[in-house]
């Protein structure tokens, strides 16, 4: 029989409960015990919701990032909360958020907080991952708590448990020497902990462990390939069997010696390495377990289980028992369940499949590979025609829009004039004072807010009074942006539910899901829109709303618009064209947009391209193509203005320095970038860079409720001057404020105005 199996679960359940019990327990609404009854509750749904497969993973669940968890099971705790006392989850959420529950922050007397962990993406997912942090004397000691809980829980609910583990080269490779030291010689040290984790789940009769190591997707020089073969043969003899999973994509050259690795299993993404599986088969020996992902985890339409089954069919021939089938990777990236839609549009409807529907996806190409198709027949029929009706609807396709993607010509994506043209035009016009300060676009999202919007959705308000909720809290943030003495002011976004949705809402060839949340960090959850057909802007999306704050305020007001690259990118894109021309279509729909804000009489206007660099591909080689067209995008977007007309752009949250100079091609007149928490390390690149135009590096850590102070503010502005010329410098925070509450958010921008002010009078 063909094995099937998961490599892991979305954890923040169905309605976002798990979101909504850690802000609870955050604000001291709720106790420890009752955070961890709810957790163990999602675990416990989950667990039943995945009961058909032959294994089921645990320990894929966390209370924030999977990551972290490896971190606190190795002993790998920074030094900055290791002195603290209590309950190890408050110490947890420490590293991950820089607090605590409220009443446990007071009790330990860190009502401060401490230095969140530094944030970044993992590989090219919109899933934000705790960096572990090293340094040449760091010591690692199991504690195994967190999965031995999970495995007992999962036991007595009669689920055959497959542990879920980061293997240790991956760990060291996504993690951070802060001294600077050579991860790698870690190595030596790490083994033994994995070796005794291995030991301790024999212990408790577990048959398989899945070990990820998905930077086998990635170049590896020789240090790193030498790694695994140092880490696999000191493992070899663990009393467990070990699947050595991979995945986002194709082995390449790392295949034949990962598939010869010593492990009992190897799992290979079918998806996005179909092409690999013969090679992978010439190479598998008689005895290992070889693992496809056949159903893709990392987007929602339904597999073409037909077209599946053709190429399966032979490999199942061939292998036997020893195939297991399985989603391509963990399905934290896709929403948990399609029938919890009701409002969907339900030919849309047809062509979707979530994470329980992935499930039963497998489950039906089980049966086809064990009993014959026949035994599948309705199925199978219903599949294809769902696939086809997608193929072919008029929904889909729209010819102008295409007809205008293959009109694109260099002329679209230059300004008239170089930057420091541009820039001596846009300071005469705008008289900034030098650090002109900024904030990134959103302010919180209030209780009120939230009810209106709430309210005008389920008709129980118009929308006059929507419009006049929205404008009331417009006018509210303009009011303290006055307040503050901030220098250029936006509205404050109070009409958008998402950044991303609130334009695909506007745009024609976007759906929209009811509950389709996925984590993208701790409790931080977005609802992708699903991007299914050609792209075109029906009429303007933000005039009214940034014309009516303009009008209550002489300082300029920074139109706000989210950039062709991030649409694509924090969205379910279709998978039927190259994503190079679906961007190119957006592009061509926010260049309107641009237009215009510009005829409005908005003379600074943002187009954020936070999800720029989390599109790269997974291998270097690859890069160049995907920023051509990229930077072309945001390039059409951007730049049909005049000189006067300043565009910025921000991004958060990423690994930017080895593209810096493709930021720089983008040619936007200020770029906004996260650096608070990496400590400025963003300004390493200008070591070698000379980056031409204005920055705003952000000194203000908004994923955390520490609040910064003035101090800490001039100190990170200090050391940016060191790098990039004072006239160059913005100041602002790192990222948008919508999940901040406003008595964190005043305090902390007047430390980042007062901080201004003293630059002004001690820099050069």
């Known amino acids: 029989m063909t094995t099937t199996h998961n490599l892991g679960f979305p954890r923040i359940g169905a309605k976002r409960e798990l979101k909504f019990a850690l802000e609870s327990y955050w604000k001291g609404q709720s106790s420890r015990d009752e955070l961890k009854a709810a957790g163990a509750q999602l675990r416990r749904r989950h667990w039943q919701d995945q009961s058909a497969l032959d294994f089921v993973p645990v320990g894929d669940f966390a209370f924030y990032d999977h990551v972290l968890d490896m971190s606190f099971t190795l002993g790998n705790l920074p030094e900055r909360v290791q002195d603290f006392h209590g309950d190890a989850l408050d110490n947890y959420f420490r590293v991950a958020r820089g607090r605590s529950a409220q009443s446990a922050d007071e009790h330990a007397h860190c009502c401060g907080g401490v230095a969140a962990g530094e944030m970044t993406k993992w590989f090219d997912t919109n899933y934000h991952y705790i960096v572990p942090e090293f340094s040449a004397d760091t010591q690692f000691k199991l504690d195994a708590t967190r999965l031995l809980e999970q495995l007992r829980e999962a036991r007595e609910q ?53 070990i990820d190591e998905p930077i086998l997707v990635t170049e590896l020089d020789g240090d790193w390939r030498h790694a695994y073969t140092t880490t696999y043969h000191a493992l070899k003899s663990a009393p467990v069997k070990l699947l050595l999973a991979t995945y986002f994509g194709p082995l390449r050259e790392n295949l034949e010696w ?142 102008a829009v295409k007809i205008a993607v293959t009109e694109i010509d260099a002329r679209l ?18 008289a900034l004072p030098k650090f002109p300060t900024t904030t990134i676009g959103s302010f919180p999202q209030t209780a009120e ?132 021309v679906s961007c190119k ?107 031409p135009n204005q920055i705003g590096p952000g000194v203000y850590d908004i994923h955390s409720p520490n609040i910064p102070s003035e101090q800490h503010i001039v100190a990170l502005m200090k050391k940016a001057a060191e790098r990039v010329p004072a006239e160059r410098l913005w100041v602002n925070p790192d990222c948008g404020l919508k999940t901040r509450q406003w008595s964190e958010v005043i305090p902390a921008l007047s430390n980042m105005v007062a901080a201004a002010k003293t630059l002004r009078a001690t820099v050069a």
């Open 258 to 399: 990962a598939v010869k690795l010593p492990t009992a299993g190897i799992h290979l993404d079918a998806v996005n390495a179909r092409d690999e599986v013969q090679i992978t088969l010439n190479y598998l020996a008689g005895h290992k377990v070889l693992s496809l992902g056949v159903i893709n985890g990392r987007n929602i339409w339904k597999t073409d289980l037909c077209a599946t089954l053709d190429w399966l069919e032979p490999v199942r021939d061939r292998l036997g028992e020893r195939l297991w089938i399985a989603p391509s990777c963990s399905l934290l990236h896709v929403p948990v369940d399609l029938d919890s839609e009701q409002q969907l549009d339900d030919e849309i409807k047809s062509w979707l499949a979530f994470a329980k529907q992935k499930l039963d996806e497998l489950s039906v190409l089980a049966t086809a590979l064990d009993a014959g198709r026949e035994a599948a027949a309705d199925a199978l029929s219903a599949n294809r025609a769902a696939c086809e009706a997608r193929r072919t609807s008029p929904r889909v396709h729209n010819p």
């Open 585 to 691: 279509q957006l592009a061509l729909a926010i260049r309107k947009e641009v237009r215009d804000l510009e005829a409005a009489g908005v003379r600074i206007i943002q187009i954020d391209e936070a999800a720029l660099r989390e599109g790269l591909p997974l291998r270097r080689s690859q890069w160049r193509a995907y920023l051509d067209w990229a930077v072309e995008s945001f390039r059409i977007a951007a730049n049909g203005v005049e000189d006067e007309t300043q565009i910025h752009t921000h991004m958060c949250y990423s690994e930017f320095n080895d593209i810096i100079a493709s930021i720089a091609d983008m040619d936007a007149d200020v770029i906004t970038i996260e650096t608070s928490r990496s400590h400025m390390e963003l300004l390493d690149a200008f070591d070698d860079f000379n980056y």
């Open 449 to 580: 807010i939230r009810l209106a919007r709430s309210q005008f959705k389920a008709g129980e308000i118009d929308a006059t009074n929507y419009k006049a909720a929205m404008r009331a809290e417009i006018a509210r943030g303009v009011r303290e942006q006055e307040a503050l003495g901030l220098d250029v002011f936006v509205h404050g976004e109070a009409e958008r539910n998402d950044m991303v949705e609130y334009f695909g809402e506007q745009l024609a060839g976007y759906a929209f899901s009811q509950f389709g949340w996925v984590q993208s960090y701790g409790s931080r959850c977005v609802k992708p829109p699903i991007l299914f057909g050609d792209i075109s802007r029906p009429k303007a999306m933000t005039i009214e709303w940034i014309s009516y704050a303009q009008s209550l305020t002489s300082k300029p007001m920074k139109g706000m618009l989210t950039g062709p690259v991030t649409l694509l990118n924090w969205s379910f894109v279709r998978d039927d064209q190259p994503r190079s």
């Open 158 to 210: 009669g689920v055959k448990a497959k542990p879920v583990i980061i293997g240790p080269v991956t760990y060291l490779a996504i993690g951070k020497a802060k001294d600077g030291s050579d991860r790698l010689a870690l190595l030596d040290r790490l083994l033994p902990v994995y070796a005794q984790l291995l030991a301790v789940l024999a212990e408790q009769g577990v048959e398989w462990v899945q």
């Open 413 to 430: 994506g230059q300004r008239k004039s170089p930057y420091p043209q541009r820039a001596a035009r846009q300071a005469a016009l705008l």
